[in-house]
Every structure is written in C-alpha cells, then in structure tokens.
C-alpha cells in the first residue's frame, strides 16, 4: 500500500477511548468515501500501544497492535489522551519511542491530554498547543516551557498539532484530512458522521467558567452571591464590599486566589449563565437582560471575545 499514508493512533492502559475512536473512525470514513467513488484509500490507519490488549477509561478492551520500530516510514503518528497519561510518561521506554517515532513521521498529532505525552518527549518546547481545558493548569505546571493555549478547538504548529479535548479529536482529524486531501473530501467525511467541518467558537464554550470556585474557597461565597445578582451592581467597590475587604487588599487577593481580576470573574460568570439561558431557548435578547449585560451588542462582544462565537450562533447550535 505505497501510496496510503500510514496513520498510528498511540494509545496506552487508561486511554480515553474516544482519543482512539474518534480520530480513527475520521480516516476510516475518508477510505470509505474514496472506495466508493472508485478512487485509491488515502489512509492506512493503525492502533499501537506497548501492551497488546489495553483497557480504557470506559472498561472497553482495545486489541491493539505492537509499537512498530521507531524509524519505520511513517505519515502521521497521533498520541491520545485519558487518565493513564501521567503514567504513560513516567514510562521511560514508552516515551524514548515517541520521540523516535515522531523524529519519522512527516506530522505529529495529540489528541486531549496527550499533549502530555508529546511533552514529556520534548517534543513541544517552545512550540503552541492544547490541551483538555480542566487540565490547562496541570499543564502549565509540569510543561512551563511550552506554549498552552487553552480555548482553541485545536492548535497547528508547524507539523505538530493537538486538540482539546474528547470530542475535539474529531476535529482535529478532520482538519487533517482537509489539509491531506482537501477541503471537499473533509466535507463529505463530516457529513457522513453527522459533525461540523469547522464547529463554531473555541473549546471555552464547553468549559464551566465557574470552575474558578475550585481555584480558592475563601471566594465561593461571593461567586454565590455574583450569580444571584447578575443585574445589580458588580463593580470592584461593591464586589470588595461583599468579601468584607478593602478595595486595594480585594483586587490583590482576588487575583492570586484565581487568577483573573474580579472583573474578568464577573464577565466569565455572566457568559457562563447567558450560555446556559440560550441552550434553554432564551432569546439573546432575554438572555443578556437577565445577565446584566446591558445591551444585545454587549452581549455578543463579549460571546466574540471568549467563546469565538455569537450568541445567536451559540444559541441556534446548542438551544434544546
């Protein structure tokens, strides 16, 4: 089969088993599509792990095939992600193999946290990447030399890519396929699964910006308190009010508990409720009035900033 490009989706016990599944069933949609029009497969597409049987996060069993020899010709190598990561590149010989491997291959893909593994191999010194949004700070911990962007769908680097996380490994594979083949074929494959080519916003619209309340208890109360009073007043003098501190001690504390000043909390807090009132079927309209936002275009201004979308775009993809 000289002229497939030969696809490896590494993979290791406690992958997630949609890292595996999702990007696989993409180029095996895509052989599909080509046998169908007559035309030659364009994919070769294997799963490898250093155990020959490996259990996923879900309990399901994947038979998987050997690691191949490291300077074997190779197109695409794709490193998946899942709970059994951080054990994965605690494996020395596993992560000799990646950077060997990857040294082969013409591109080199993670999928969710298997941006860890191409990490530890070195592999992403210096260059841009993403990851699954919950383990951004993990992340950036253990990786600080690394670029982390933490809202893309994806990130292309040169010829290295990763995706978010999950589900997002669909969509890398399928900007694979569109940058292999072109954006037609893309296209059919996407709709054959029933995805978008390119889905709207980033993978902020899918993370809970109320999760700065695992950040610090000392703060939870008056999140609480944000999201009862979303339409009052929620400047910095009545936010300091609130948490019992002076103005300047609030902004400071505040933001070493969190990360973000209290007025980037509120937006994300306001975002996070808007988002939930649209996918009940809420008007924008309503939505931003509920929110506090003001107005329509404040509302979507601040949907463009932090999710990449509108919020009428948002609300026509996700209302229930």
Known sequence: MPNRRRI??????????LDVAGP???FATANDLAHLAGRPLPY?????AAEGSIVT???LALAASPLPPADRPLHTLVVAGGRGVNAACRDAALVTWVRQRAATAQRVASVCSGAFLLAAAGLLDG???ATHWGRCAEFRAMFPQVR???DPIYVRDGDLWSSAGVTAGIDLALALVEADLGREPALAVARQLVVFLKRPGGQAQFSA???LQEQDGRFDRLHGWIVENLRGDLSLERLAGE???SLRSFARHYRQATGRTPARAVEEIRIETARRLLEQGLSVAQAGRRCGFGSEETLRRAFLRRLGTSPQAYRERFAG
């Open 8 to 17: 490896e989706i590494l993979t290791f016990p406690g992958g997630q088993l």
């Open 24 to 26: 696989l069933q993409v």
């Open 44 to 48: 070769e597409a294997a799963v490898v």
């Open 57 to 59: 996060t879900s309990g």
């Open 127 to 129: 260059r841009r990447a």
């Open 148 to 150: 982390l962007e933490p």
């Open 209 to 211: 910006a109320l999760g």
């Open 243 to 245: 948490a019992g501190m």
